[in-house]
């Protein structure tokens, strides 16, 4: 069993809809949760960070971490064209020197 | 410019051949990362360095060699490339470990004929 899951989609769907993008995992010591989000032929960039439990927003952005069901949801709200990229959950322990990655969810948001 | 760099940004090569991947990055991070990205496996952690002269494996290190013997530099050598290493390379460093968020580099897609 992979540390981390996440559905590759795709996704698709139309402009100024709201998204859900899941991740669950099995190490119970994860404390770090992150969202990246990849366009096409880029490296990662960070799009969300969150410390333990709880919800954190940032704009359209919501991250939200249940570590009793360990579960992670990205929310997109009013999504935008430019929103279409893959995105990657990624989670590590503390005191750990290791990242754990999603493989991603690829997204199209259709204008 | 500040930020982590990767060069070649492309790279043919063939099989058996040696080919070093040059990471660099100016933030002064103590940990750095390479990765390797293919469909359907996502991302995956080939070695990663605490320090300096200080590295360790991570999830598919066969195949590969790194050092580190300044702080901003990590290169990444495929001793006799094979086809099954074509993909596309990642370097990533973070300041404080698993704490601190991963700041990446933009990629080195390597084919190996």
């Known amino acids: 069993q992979k540390e981390v899951e996440q559905d590759p989609g795709p996704l698709s769907v139309p402009e100024g809809a709201i998204v859900s993008l899941n991740c669950t995992y099995s190490n119970s010591a994860f404390q770090y949760f992150m969202w990246y989000r990849q366009y096409s032929r880029k490296g990662p960039e960070l799009l969300m960070y969150?410390?333990?439990?709880g919800n954190k927003e940032d704009g359209r952005f919501t991250a939200q971490v249940d570590k009793s069901s360990k579960y992670i949801s990205l929310f997109i709200r009013d999504s935008q064209p430019s929103d279409s990229a893959t995105y990657l959950c990624a989670m590590s322990a503390k005191g750990g020197n290791q990242f754990y990655f999603g493989t991603g969810t690829s997204l199209t948001v259709i204008p | 410019d500040a930020g982590i760099t990767q060069s070649p940004r492309y790279k043919i090569t063939e099989t058996g051949r040696q080919v070093t991947l040059m990471c660099h990055q100016t933030?002064?991070?103590?940990?750095m990362f390479w990765y390797r990205q293919d469909l359907g496996h996502g991302l995956r952690l080939i070695y990663y360095?605490?320090?300096?002269?200080?590295?360790d494996k991570g999830e598919v290190p066969d195949g590969y060699v790194v050092s580190r013997s300044k702080t901003e530099n990590f290169p990444l050598t495929l001793e006799s490339a094979t086809r099954s290493q074509t993909s596309v390379y990642f370097c990533a460093s973070n300041g404080a470990s698993g704490a601190d968020t991963q700041y990446f580099g933009p990629g080195t897609r390597l084919t190996v004929l």
């Open positions: 933030w002064s991070h103590s940990y």
């Open positions: 969150t410390y333990s439990s």
């Open positions: 360095s605490a320090a300096a002269d200080i590295t």
